[in-house]
């Protein structure tokens, strides 16, 4: 990782618009579970002490709180890991959030692999596929801090539906300008291209772009999506760049299993089956080390997309 | 020939301050009155007894007087022979310190001093008067060796023998265990059973494991008097529940003692046991209206008078202050048990016991204490309830058709497909249901962030969350009972409905970890009420008297039967998820009071 990119943490940008939104919306409450200081809801709860409820270290009991504030006209941001703000408390968010439909939002950080050092104790790469099975949930992860503080604004009047949203531990390249606009339903087309879709979602978008650049120069041409949405997903967009290119790799810092790459896999499958290569963690636990490492070692970093375009376009007949 | 009693057993001085809770470790708090009274479990039951009219030969020993002319004071009664009875200077009288707090019980700190030194030998020369007794009544305030040989020698002339168990705590377990073999009746309280059966005893159905526990060791009847819950009798026909005489309560010092008594009284007249327990019932009430153990003991035209009133009132349930409102609970929650009889049956399926059991919680919520408009399910300053046990849905529904908040056609839709009364609640449902519940664990939880957030929008509006006792073994639980004390919830009061059983079991067979569980909920600074969860008067006043408290959660602790208003069903695990059939179905119905009914 040679180049000087200016990096941000979304973390901070997450603390800073809550602050900045708890300004407007008198009806924002913050939750958290003893993580403030990780999550940077503690710039919220400095600015709105009455509004900010440090639940201490019981998740379970603050997703229910949730489900009991946003059951009372409030619009609530629950916080923590997302090691903890999905398995563990799993079965509250299915039965006091989902089931009746209470619009929580829970915004975790400390997604996938980039965690870290902390090890895989704390490496939440299965977070995705459980989230996504819950009916009435739906899912978001931004690519990086611009991206994140346009959905925090979506989100403050959002009351259709809970949402989980999963942030990175680490500062991410800012990919996105002040231009961007978050749209729930639409995906986003970075690159356009012929020979191969290459789809994404959240911070993995970095090496996808890396690696668009690099296929360039030995004439792979990418169709490059950006997919912070997982669900509801946007199938279109999935569609028709299966027809133009007819190979698609899916990448994301979770399990190959349950997340992204499943959900293209499902929309291809029953609409427009293409050759397809998933890339992330690949059914097994990770371990300590730095971010760039762990993406080198399991599967994620440019090196392993440029592999997998070269080895689809080689060996996969377009399908027109 | 007259009836004799024998009493073998502690003589005391009784020094008691009279405080108005117990004070905590390391902490002192100040009483207003000390009293010097006699005391000592032989004395107490001898002196009862005597008052009671039956003739008592009273054994046991006491020393020099730290106070003088106390201890002997009652004793000297016509009724009362003390030939047996031994004085040896060289000794000190035992002393009793208590601390008594009125309804909230009392505490002990014993000093034996004679007691311990009455020796085998003593009693032995009681042998003539023993054999003569109609009954004999032993306690274990006296070294267990000479307990053994009383009832070593009781049981050659083939005498009833009482054991009450009292300082079970500093004896050895076993040796007690061992005298129980071939004891008529054993009376202790839930503290000391506990002890000796290595359990903690907070609700009859442990008292029940507990009582089974000391039969296997070879004795008739086990009765453990409970306090406010009442008395439980465990023999060969099972486990009954006697109800407490419900009176205004000073000191509770003496009221196993007067109970003991008056039971010996009845069995030495021939009695069977139940009888003999109502009466030691009274007793025990009455003592417990004066300060001391022997000052309130009742004469037999006393206890005579006092059953006479209290049987016309119901047991002292008569209801003083809402004659009329008590009255339309008592419709209500009958109503409401009828249709939740009528609706099981139509589904087929669900949970009756725990339905059952908290009719009359949801009664008074209801049609009293909660402010709700029917015709505006969603009207923002209601205030709301969370069936956290969401299993006794039917309940819940039964109350809301009856509050008018749909229909009562729609109640025999319960469990169907494409109806609006899902197996749980479902707040986007069913009108009236404010949270969707079912799995247990979570509805304290989502309470805490209601109040919390009708203390945000500053509103007035009160929650209230109706926990399962199996429930309160969620972790959850406790996770939001440190919440609401954190956030210093007083908007919000828990109910829990009490009944002692889940589906595998008693809670004790189950997970008797989960007792003591009053002693619980105040660790974790809750403001805890306990009230009998059928008493309508009780569960008004308890949901009143929460209101006014500040800066802190309330949880009542309601006592509660499962299955309650159906006899075949109360108290019995196999009525937890079952539906009744047809031929249950109309039986419970009849006793409800209910006319021949169709099902569909």
Not at chain 1, 174 to 179: A, I, Y
Request: glycine share 10%; with cysteine; aromatic share 6%.
């Amino acid at each position: 990782m040679a180049d000087k990119i200016k990096t941000t943490s979304m973390r901070n940008t997450y603390g800073d618009t809550l602050v900045r939104l708890g300004a407007i919306y008198k009806n924002i409450v913050v939750l958290d579970a003893d993580l403030a200081k990780s999550t940077q809801t503690i710039r919220f709860g400095k600015a709105y002490p009455d509004r900010f409820l440090d639940m201490g270290i019981s998740e379970q009991d603050m997703m229910s709180t949730a489900a009991g504030l946003a059951a009372s006209g409030m619009s609530v941001f629950v916080s923590t890991f997302a090691m903890f703000g999905s398995g563990r408390p799993w079965e509250q968010i299915r039965n006091s959030i989902c089931y009746p439909n209470l619009p929580v939002k829970i915004v975790v950080t400390h997604g996938g692999l980039s965690v870290g050092p902390d090890g895989p104790t704390h490496q939440a790469c299965e977070d995705l596929a459980i989230m996504r099975v819950l009916p009435n949930m739906k899912i978001i992860v931004p690519a990086d801090s611009v991206e994140t503080e346009k959905i925090i604004e979506f989100l403050a009047t959002y009351y259709e539906s809970p949402v989980y949203v999963r942030l990175a531990r680490m500062n991410t390249p800012v990919v996105f300008d002040s231009n961007y606009k978050f749209e729930f339903r639409k995906a986003i087309k970075i690159k356009e291209g012929q020979d191969i879709t290459i789809i994404s979602t959240g911070v993995t978008l970095f090496n996808v772009l890396k690696a668009y650049e690099i296929l360039k120069q030995i004439g792979i041409f990418a169709d490059v999506i950006h997919m912070p949405v997982i669900k509801p997903i946007d199938s279109e967009i999935i569609i028709e760049s299966a027809k133009k290119t007819g190979r698609i790799i899916t990448i994301e810092e979770h399990s190959i299993i349950g997340g992204l790459g499943s959900a293209v896999a499902e929309v291809l499958a029953e609409n427009y089956p293409v050759f397809m290569i998933r890339l992330g963690v690949k059914d097994i636990f990770a371990e300590s080390g730095e971010p760039d490492q762990l993406f080198e070692k399991y599967g994620l970093s440019e090196n392993h997309i440029i592999d997998a375009a070269k080895n689809l376009v080689k060996n996969s007949t377009k399908i027109k | 020939m007259e009836d004799i009693i024998t009493v073998i057993g502690s003589i005391n001085l009784d020094i008691i301050v009279k405080t108005e809770r117990m004070p905590e470790r390391g902490e002192t708090i100040a009483g207003d009155n000390i009293y010097y009274l006699p005391g000592g479990k032989g004395a107490n039951q001898a002196v009862a007894i005597a008052r009671l009219g039956k003739k008592v030969f009273f054994i046991g020993k006491k020393g020099r007087d730290l106070i003088p002319d106390v201890v002997m004071k009652n004793l000297k009664h016509p009724n009362v022979n003390l030939d047996y009875f031994i004085t040896d200077e060289s000794l000190q009288t035992g002393v009793a310190l208590i601390n008594t707090t009125g309804n909230r019980g009392n505490k002990v700190t014993l000093y034996t001093g004679a007691n311990d030194a009455l020796t085998e030998n003593e009693v032995e020369r009681a042998e003539e008067v023993i054999k003569k007794s109609k009954v004999v009544v032993v306690s274990t305030e006296i070294p267990i060796k000479t307990v053994k040989k009383v009832l070593e020698i009781a049981r050659k002339y083939n005498i009833k023998t009482i054991l009450n168990i009292g300082a079970a705590g500093t004896k050895n377990r076993e040796e007690i265990k061992e005298v129980l073999q071939g004891l008529d009746i054993v009376i202790t309280n839930e503290r000391e059973c506990g002890y000796l059966t290595n359990r903690v005893i907070s609700h009859m159905e442990t008292g029940t494991l507990s009582a089974m526990e000391l039969r296997k060791s070879g004795v008739n009847h086990v009765i453990i008097t409970m306090g406010k819950e009442g008395t439980l009798l465990v023999n060969n026909h099972g486990a009954t529940v006697f109800h407490r005489y419900g009176v205004e309560v000073v000191d509770t010092i003496g009221g196993g003692d007067a109970f003991v008594g008056a039971v010996a009284v009845k069995i030495a007249e021939g009695n069977f046991v139940v009888d003999a327990i109502d009466y030691g019932n009274a007793a025990g009430a009455l003592v417990t209206m004066k300060i001391g153990a022997q000052e309130g003991l009742p004469t037999k035209e006393e206890l005579d008078k006092f059953i006479n009133e209290k049987k016309k009132d119901n047991h002292g349930k008569v209801y003083k202050k809402y004659d009329d409102t008590i009255k339309l609970f008592e419709q209500k929650s009958n109503k409401i048990r009828v249709s939740i009889i009528k609706m099981l049956g139509c589904a087929g399926s669900g949970h009756l016991g725990g339905s059952l059991s908290i009719a009359d919680i949801i009664t008074v919520l209801y049609f009293k204490v909660m402010r709700i408009d029917p015709k505006n399910p969603n009207w923002e300053d209601r205030d709301r309830l969370i069936l956290s046990k969401g299993h006794g849905a039917p309940a819940l529904y039964a109350a809301l058709a009856e509050a008018g908040f749909f229909s009562e056609e729609k109640l025999w839709e319960l469990r169907k497909l494409g109806g609006d009364l899902s197996g749980h609640p479902d707040m986007r449902k069913t009108p009236g249901v404010d949270m969707t519940t079912g799995s247990l664990g979570q509805g304290l939880s989502v309470a805490n962030g209601m109040a919390i957030a009708a203390k945000l929008a500053k509103k007035d509006y009160r929650i209230y969350v109706l926990l399962g006792d199996g429930e309160i073994q969620e972790g959850q639980i406790w996770e939001a009972a440190m919440t609401s004390a954190t956030r210093r919830l007083n908007n919000l009061c828990a109910i829990l409905d009490y009944n002692g059983l889940q589906i595998d079991g008693s809670i004790g067979e189950v997970k008797s970890g989960l007792e003591p569980v009053v002693e619980k909920w105040k660790a974790f600074n809750w403001n805890v009420i306990e009230i009998d969860g059928h008493n309508h008067e009780a569960i008004l006043e308890a949901l009143e008297d929460a209101k006014k408290v500040k800066d802190a959660p309330t949880i009542i602790i309601a006592r509660t039967i499962k299955g309650k208003g159906v006899s075949f069903m109360e108290r019995k695990v196999e009525y937890h998820g079952v539906a009744p059939t047809e031929d249950e179905c109309q039986r419970a119905l009849k006793e409800l009071g209910c006319a021949e009914w169709q099902t569909k």
